[in-house]
């Protein structure tokens, strides 16, 4: 039932698959006379899109998108915007040799569950290209989050078991791991360029650092700031867990070590992240993400068919070995979203 | 904005704060003719309450439940269950010296900032309180899950540094901490007076396992499963991180080792912990929570007051030195709530 | 599944039936800092309740409120109000005589059908109770709007066959049927005491006006603010039709005659009741509601049983002959309710 | 705030206006494995389309559909469905003569209000072009509908002040005015040829009956199904008023004659319209709505424009004299997108 939509006020609905005819986003309660053209969407989404380097997929996806209501002469009108990108006509003959094969790690076995159809043809609605119409979305959100001196930042600390020694983001869009620190992402390169060519693949760490958000925005008690960014970046398919401030560090600590106690110029620390009793502090909101390894990787692994019977399987096909750079533009799309939202629901509050 | 519902079809609503008459939940969506009565559900809440062993707060609280409405003759009517739990008369006065004192790692601040509101006696909404309302409404939605052969177990595998070695579940229940290991709840038990003695605090991590789970819940792409357990969890006020499966473990390891591969008798392993695509598996679902040492210390701590003057704080009062053994039944009740409302979803979709 | 809430951002969920412990609603998005008493939400309950006069049911319900949270100091918190009426003791042996018959025009059939639950004590969830929770919820909205200059007014303009023939707003609460013309007021008392004698009952029409209402609310395409009214109202047991500005009426002009062309004093007439497009105009919003005759009658009736065998039913006790007098209050909560929504969600639109 | 959704569980959104690219509709929550191609719903939309008969607007629009997403080998796949329908190039010269004013009768005030944009090309968002993204969804919601025996009809029953005199189904299809009556139909016709040459417009009364609709249906005690039948009708731009079963004609009635008494073969009447409750009885559904005259005639009207100035206008261009024959799919639409969402919302009740 009905979990394509997100948001309670500036609210999206996406639909598509990767072997369809496109995929998209309708979104409804956006503020009206935002100035917005198409480029602003589209420069977030070719930080999104596939062979951005070698070590992302070579595949070619068409990403360009397309605006077909809620704005007029340039700015937003207030109805919903509905924006699309098409699909590139798919070969389906790639897909034949595993049409009735489950994937490790896939979703191929729990779609089959729960619709009853075997859409073999890519991974369907679980594929990553969902994910361009959720930072198609996130672009227009960003927009009027800059108004409000919102900055979101997302950026990779950990891959394929190096870990960045510092946080410059200054770096960030400068080398191909997006990480925060430039040496480490190059052993980072170094060793996802070997997993791939083993036919395996890497996982990582993903932080996100929102600064110049607002004080007093969540709702609780069941749709707290950190509650709704956890459901936001968990809705991701390669998420695996989430923490914020301190987060799994926290467990070992003293309440008197934990505590974020305050002077007169504010608070002295953010052990929190940035939020208490998921409401946010003023300070910056921080958390991470584990992405696990990309489960299509060209190794034979076991697996069974549609009809139980025990196979082999080697997923052809051009994946990327570790999917970090190109799901940082979506974690910070699926902040902005949830920001936004929180922006919009405190103003109603207090109205 | 209304942050106070939670679940779609069994969707319940709550109300109350520490100070206030009482807390309580409306529970609307509860299927017809299931059998309950006030034992079933004060059950659950006695395991939640206040000064069960040496180890949690001593304070006194009125946890008996009182049904409002919503059964006939034992049974479930499927009109909406309103359920309260009234508070014992408050002594404001225990509040008064901190009356205009921001307690670090507490909510003074934040509900400051987003109601406008200084509401002192008490944590008001932000109070462990509230999740009493939740445990109620989990214990319904256990009685329709166990008729579907759900079973959901939570219990304390760290507290304050000391790991539990094994995972016997038969020992949860015999043990103040709520520990999978005696012997490591022995030593928990041990480390948390001597902290308690300090005047300080320990953290902890909670595993939950749901078995019997069917495959094919969870309402992709925002609704994953993962996604809204990870939301409710973290909507309780001192979980700061949640992790499935392998969790953050994850993200070291190669596409080849984390993909659970299957043969004709199914998964082979369960490192993703339940779910794909945000979809069950059928497999068992675990996930383990961050839980914050506990915010109120009696070691004074550095503070402002509401007009921003520096001042030393120390919140006397009786307080949980670690909440775990307490939050355990509030995270089974989180977990069967989401799952409830999901296998309805599931219904809803397929008819 | 869930039908018990209402409103998107000051959103209220209700709970309780005639022959249970109380009836109550939690309100939440209520806006911080705005002052409410008891007081303020029992002077509504009051208007609503029976025994108020001789041409309303003599029977006696406790209508006191009881404000369990969500106050501070004489001030809202901006956190959920929970409120609750607690039944009196109801006898239950009134009903035994018709325990398992299904009395005409009642929900009885229609419950049975819909949980598979046989709750023949009154009427259940199905019982006119139910609205003093919605009355207490709209006694809160109408606090705030009053503070934007709204102002509600409902009342009688016919019934039992005879109509206002002029519309003095001044004389609502002086005559027993809250009509807007005294003389007519008096034939329809004369009228419906007369058939109350026969055993029968009569129905009308209500009007509703809300003055002072900002241009701009509504919310297209679906929940317009004509739309949100009429289901508003339509959710009322009573209510088979409702209509706006002309209603009806307007089908047999022309458009020329029917649009309201404006110049420059503004809108020249009103025929459109307040809206155009969905969205408020400034005008007043004028719609009127068709209220059923009562169905509980003591004159006989044929109906069946709950095995399918024909029975005569008397339907004994003591109903209000004309709901008219007593479903006032109630439309002005519900109207209330849609239009403090609205003013929040143009707020949060506009941020 | 995100009023272009409709629908619990069958969950519809929608985008678009008369100017842009196009109109389009997400449906999430089609119960997967239905049947489905572009025709079963290019079908409802040609009935919904301009210029279908000289008494309809001979204004040209592309109605042609796109299915984007969600459809797999021929069957509904369980995931959003994406259909869009193009605009054809719009000389939007045909619109500078009324740039600057308010159109009476039309939503150009209100919207100007509510969002501070002024689009004067065509009515953007309040276009009756709008519509016909509900009408494709509701084709949809109708295939699955028919295989649970659903079928719904709608048709004129008064235009133009004609009222029909009987009740033939089988003739609506066969006369301009999609009317029960062909004799009365040919009178609305020239009626309403005389009204267009006058540069004047008619309304009328649309009915709609759905039978086979299962006992149960509606959710107490908001979302009964009166009213969300209510609010889907009244969300049309064009409707002022509807009613069901007898609607404003029980006013005056007494409750013995009024209730619908049953015998051993069921209900003896059906003065409710298929609902008590707010619960469907299984009876056939009946409901009739208000519909406008065009706001939109070639007559010289009083109006002012944006800066407040008294002006005289005539909206040249090509429009419906009558709405009535093209809202009858819409109304049908509406109907089926209502009870599809009842429909799974009592199997997830129950389940």
Same mark, same amino acid.
């Given at each position: ?21 496109? +995929? ?16 602003? /969407?589209?420069?977030?989404? #070719? ?21 077909? @209501? ?35 790690? &896939? ?12 859409? &073999?043809?890519?991974?369907?609605? *679980? ?7 959720? +930072? ?14 919102? !900055? ?13 020694? #510092? ?16 040496? *480490? ?39 707290? /700031? ?8 968990? @809705?991701?398919? *390669? ?19 934990? #505590? ?10 953010? #052990?929190?992240?940035?939020? =208490? ?7 910056? /909101?921080?958390?991470?993400?584990? +992405?696990?390894?990309?489960? @299509? /990787?060209?190794?034979? !692994? ?8 025990? !196979? ?14 190109? =799901? ?7 902040? *902005?979203? +949830? ?13």
């Amino acid at each position: 039932m009905s979990g394509s939509s997100f948001g309670k006020i500036f609210k999206i609905s996406t639909f598509g698959e990767s072997h369809g005819k496109g +995929v998209g986003v309708i979104i409804d309660g956006v503020t009206p006379g935002i100035e917005i053209d198409a480029a602003d /969407i589209q420069f977030q989404l #070719n930080r999104r899109k596939p062979g951005q380097s070698d070590i992302t997929t070579p595949r070619k996806e068409s990403d360009q998108i397309h605006i077909l @209501s809620g704005v007029f002469e340039g700015k937003t009108t207030g109805t919903p915007m509905g924006l699309v990108l098409y699909n590139k006509d798919q070969i389906s003959s790639d897909y034949n040799a595993i049409k009735d094969l489950f994937r490790p790690g &896939h979703a191929d076995f729990t779609y089959l569950q729960k619709y009853g159809i075997r859409d &073999h043809k890519g991974s369907g609605r *679980a594929s990553g290209r969902e994910t361009s119409a959720r +930072v198609a979305a996130g672009a227009v959100a960003m927009k009027i989050l800059k108004e409000k001196g919102v !900055q979101i930042t997302a950026y990779t600390i950990k891959a394929a078991g190096i870990s960045c020694e #510092n946080r410059d983001l200054s770096v960030i869009e400068h080398n191909k791991m997006r990480a925060c620190d430039s040496q *480490a992402a190059a052993k980072m390169e170094q060793k996802i360029r070997a997993l791939a060519e083993e036919g395996d693949s890497a996982g990582g760490i993903i932080e996100c650092i929102a600064t110049g958000v607002a004080p007093g925005l969540g709702e609780p008690v069941f749709e707290k /700031i950190d509650a709704e960014l956890a459901r936001a970046v968990m @809705s991701l398919g *390669a998420v695996k867990a989430v923490e914020f401030g301190l987060g799994f560090a926290c467990v070992d600590m003293k309440g008197s070590e934990h #505590n974020d106690s305050m002077d007169s110029q504010g608070f002295k620390t953010n #052990n929190a992240g940035g939020m =208490i009793g998921g409401i946010t502090t003023g300070e910056d /909101i921080i958390f991470r993400i584990a +992405v696990k390894p990309t489960s @299509s /990787i060209s190794k034979p !692994q076991n697996t069974v068919d549609v009809s139980g019977e025990e !196979q082999i399987i080697r997923t052809e096909g051009r994946h990327d070995p570790c999917i970090c750079p190109r =799901i940082v533009p979506v974690v910070e799309a699926m902040t *902005a979203l +949830v920001l936004i939202d929180m922006y919009k629901r405190e103003a109603a509050l207090l109205s």
